[in-house]
């Protein structure tokens, strides 16, 4: 009877750890709609560039750096979204949004899923930064546009 007991208390905390445990993956659907993410509700968006963030001395993806438009919203936002077994551990993660003419948005920090920049961007052009502290040494990874784009 006592090992029944024992056996049923482990199986009822197994299910309350697995249940209680946070999920380990974000998708670029959750930053879109989040308020910490780009901020928009109605989670429409185009994808006007991806590309990914690679830590060569480790051989490990970190991440993926989105640059996204929101018709309805008139904005743009820069989203860097760990990846991999960098998802879930914090390390330094930036994304920066520059605006022509226009006041840049940065968001940075030890995040452990992604960083996101969102503002204002019509009728205006933009750069962007994307970046990811290696997480297991070594340095920071990412990707800057160095002309203005999107100038529509």
Request: glycine content about 12%.
């Amino acid at each position: 009877m006592l090992a029944r007991i024992g056996v049923a208390f482990g199986l009822g905390l197994a299910s309350i750890t697995f249940v209680a445990s946070p999920a380990s993956a974000h998708t670029l659907r959750e930053a879109v709609v989040s308020a910490q993410g780009c901020g928009w509700p109605n989670g429409a968006y185009t994808e006007l560039t991806r590309e990914d963030l690679w830590d060569d001395r480790n051989n490990m993806p970190l991440g993926e750096v989105y640059v996204l438009w929101n018709g309805t919203y008139r904005e743009n936002c820069v989203v860097t979204l760990r990846v991999g077994r960098a998802d879930g551990v914090a390390s330094y993660t930036e994304a920066v949004l520059e605006r022509q003419g226009m006041e840049t948005i940065k968001d940075e920090g030890n995040y452990a899923h992604y960083a996101a920049a969102s503002g204002k961007a019509a009728g205006t052009c933009i750069r962007w930064t994307g970046s990811i502290k290696a997480i297991y040494g070594g340095g920071i990874y990412g990707t800057t546009t160095t002309r203005w784009r999107f100038c529509d």
